[in-house]
């Protein structure tokens, strides 16, 4: 089976669903939407987004998390740099991304992801955001992100970016 973007619904975190049953596979990611990620939305700290399939609403497929963010220009390839001012330049944060280890291969992630950027781009239009930013947990998550055209940032976090497309 692979998701789609019809078929999936991406809604905010809450009460309704269970975050006891999800498994990614990563035990901190599985700890951050059990003990951390309500906490974080309502100390306006993260927005957390969660995938449900209709007829399984309380289930969680799989989430990601934005939250404001800067970078510094010197830590962007020169290309982009030279464009920019030498103050920190304004980015969204994917702080965490994962997909429950029953949703694993089939999309989601991508899915996901595509959203998060999409989401970043309509908020981008009232605040200014020049690059979305992740930190991958491992190598894996690096080539996943590397897959969707992020690159490597130029600084001692290992962050990867991906400009705000116009
Ligand atoms: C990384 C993760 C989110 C990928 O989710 P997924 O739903 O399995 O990914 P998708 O099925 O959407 O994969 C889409 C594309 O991403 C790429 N991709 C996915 N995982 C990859 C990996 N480990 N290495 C390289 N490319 C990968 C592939 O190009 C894939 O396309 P394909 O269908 O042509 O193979 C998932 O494995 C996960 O939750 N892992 C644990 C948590 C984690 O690492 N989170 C990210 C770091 S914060």
Redesign the pocket.
Same mark, same amino acid.
């Given at each position: 089976m692979s998701f789609g973007a019809d078929t999936i619904r991406i809604e905010p975190l809450g009460a309704g669903h269970n975050r006891l049953a999800f498994h990614? /596979?990563?035990e901190s990611?599985d700890r951050y939407i059990r003990e951390q990620a309500g906490q974080d939305t309502r100390r306006d700290t993260a927005r957390v987004f969660v995938a449900v399939m209709p007829d399984q609403p309380r289930h969680i497929l799989?989430f990601f998390t934005l939250s404001a963010a800067t970078v510094i220009a010197a830590e962007l390839p020169p290309a982009m740099e030279k464009r920019l001012p030498r103050h920190p330049i304004p980015a969204a944060l994917i702080g965490?991304?994962?997909?429950d280890q029953s949703?694993?291969?089939? /999309?989601?992630?991508?899915?996901?992801l595509a959203d998060a950027v999409k989401k970043t781009k309509v908020a981008a239009a009232t605040v200014a955001m020049a690059v979305i930013v992740?930190?991958?947990?491992?190598e894996?998550?690096r080539?996943?992100y590397?897959?969707?055209g992020f690159a490597s940032l130029d600084g001692p976090q290992r962050r990867m970016f991906l400009a705000v497309p116009a």
């Open positions: 990614c /596979g990563n990611l799989g965490r991304l994962a997909v949703a694993l291969g089939q /999309g989601l992630g991508g899915i996901l992740v930190d991958p947990i491992d894996n998550a080539a996943f590397s897959a969707f």
